[in-house]
């Protein structure tokens, strides 16, 4: 749900070193291989564009100094915006077209390692020099049968997108934001209280954000969309009906949520743009959108841990190795994941050249490598080289790290669509019935994932 796009963009915009592809090609041929070995040719994702001169730059600095220090192998950069487009990575992977390192989406491991489309890497995950710091939860991800297909590259969890502007204005502590739905309710209350157009806590209906969204909430209560085995429904449960009253009683009882539907990505972002919702579910990269695409005023968003979450909606997505790679193809391409996506200081986390070229530092927007050595020395620099205010987003890293990761459910999309209607009846009639919504739900998901097998 425009998450992998917006961790995309995310990613631009705090390191200037961008995920998405442009027009192939090296930027200097290869130097010859040392004791005449056979030259190696990997290709990759991605090239930012024409319209980033500055990163597209960064980007050329980056494959020349490879390519120094790795003599005999030449990286090309693929002809595609953005790295991953669901429009033909279908068709380019079944189609054997894939680059030699390429982007996946977490919604779609489990498929392209069931089918065979990436290369088992178990052997040369040491390439990967701060293997053991990612988190191993993320690595779990990508690893299937205890082999490992992949190199988690982005990682987010769930947290409370807040206004720490109305904050102040309705006479809360920004600086100690909600930890309990009870804290929600209360702060929704006071700043709903402030005047007309005012909204404490933003949510969507429809436009397939609002089963998003309810997800989230039902993952941080403990509970699920769906039984182990994926063939059942498992959101008309006790951690589902609490969501839809939570949210019933704010929208009713307290009127602190507005009057009008929200549906669709954009429409709860640009609310919250105008400055005048208090709070809502969201990842770190949500405070980049809001100030780049919205107009809203970066100093006046911070983001706290997701409240009383037992487990988080996590996205992102990994690098994946073309099984058609060759054992010399495979090894360089994972140099260069290791070069320009895992070291300290340098390509995408090399935060002062991302200063230097005039881009936003500062959003705690990746988690692929938490609290760990590693991890601990990322979020020093980019504090360090911070061009936003980072102290705004210190509560999201400090819980974040400790909440368990969970993915989204299969057939999302489908499901995401069954479960808007259970939202837009819960925020839009005062009479509504959260289990007879529910149980309505159940009965249309239960045949949706029966049809599906």
């Known amino acids: 749900m425009q998450r992998s796009t917006g961790l995309l963009l995310a990613t631009v915009l705090t390191t200037g070193l961008g ?10 041929p290869a130097t010859p291989a040392p004791g005449g070995a056979a030259p190696v040719t990997i290709t990759v994702a991605c090239r930012p564009a024409r319209s980033a001169p500055k990163e597209r730059r960064a980007w050329d600095d980056d494959v020349a100094a490879f390519m120094r220090a790795h003599p005999g192998v030449t990286v090309k ?22 680059e030699t390192a390429f982007v996946v989406p977490v919604t779609t491991y489990d498929d392209v390692i069931g089918k065979g489309q990436a290369l088992d890497i178990t052997q040369h995950v040491g390439l990967i020099k701060n293997w053991n710091d990612l988190r191993p939860d993320v690595r779990e991800l990508v690893t299937k049968d205890g082999r490992v297909y992949g190199v988690p590259n982005v990682h987010y969890g769930v947290g409370l997108v807040y206004n ?15 930890t309990t739905w009870a804290e929600i309710r209360e702060a929704a209350k006071r700043i709903a209280a402030l005047g007309p157009g005012h909204v404490g806590y933003g949510e969507y209906s429809g436009g397939n954000t609002g089963g998003w969204h309810f997800t989230q909430a039902l993952y941080g209560r403990g509970g699920s969309v769906v039984t182990d085995d994926g063939k059942k429904a498992a959101f008309n449960s006790p951690e589902g009906r609490a969501v839809l009253q939570t949210l019933h009683d704010m929208r009713w009882t307290d009127d602190s949520m507005g009057s ?28 980049t959108d809001v100030v780049n695409k919205f107009k809203g005023n970066v100093a006046d968003y911070g983001i706290t841990g997701f409240p009383e979450a037992r487990a988080s909606l996590s996205g992102g997505e990994a690098f994946m190795i073309n099984p058609k790679a060759t054992p010399e193809q495979a090894k360089a391409a994972l140099q260069w994941l290791d070069f320009r996506y895992n070291t300290v200081g340098k390509g995408r986390f090399d935060f002062a050249r991302g200063k230097t070229l ?42 974040a790290a400790a909440v368990p990761p969970k993915a989204e459910p299969p ?43």
């Open 19 to 28: 995920l998405s592809a442009t027009a192939c090609g090296a930027s200097e």
């Open 77 to 98: 950069s693929t002809d595609q915006q953005p790295c991953f487009d669901p429009k033909t990575f279908g068709p380019k992977l079944a189609g054997g077209q894939m």
């Open 164 to 178: 720490r502007k109305l904050f102040t204005q309705a006479g809360l502590n920004p600086d100690t934001p909600p």
């Open 260 to 287: 009008r539907l929200l549906v669709g990505w954009e429409s709860l972002m640009m609310a919250m743009g105008g400055g005048k919702v208090g709070m809502m579910l969201g990842a770190p990269d949500v405070v």
């Open 358 to 399: 005039g881009n936003p530092v500062g959003v705690p927007d990746n988690d692929v490598y938490g609290d760990s050595p590693t991890g601990k020395a990322i979020q020093a620099g980019r504090e360090e080289n911070a061009t936003l205010p980072v102290q705004n987003y210190a509560p999201y890293v400090r819980a």
């Open 411 to 453: 057939h999302a999309q489908e499901l995401y669509a069954i479960l808007d209607v259970v939202m837009s009846g819960v925020l839009s009639r005062r009479d509504a019935d959260p289990g007879k919504l529910l149980a309505d739900a159940e009965a249309k998901a239960d045949a949706l994932l029966a049809a599906k097998g």
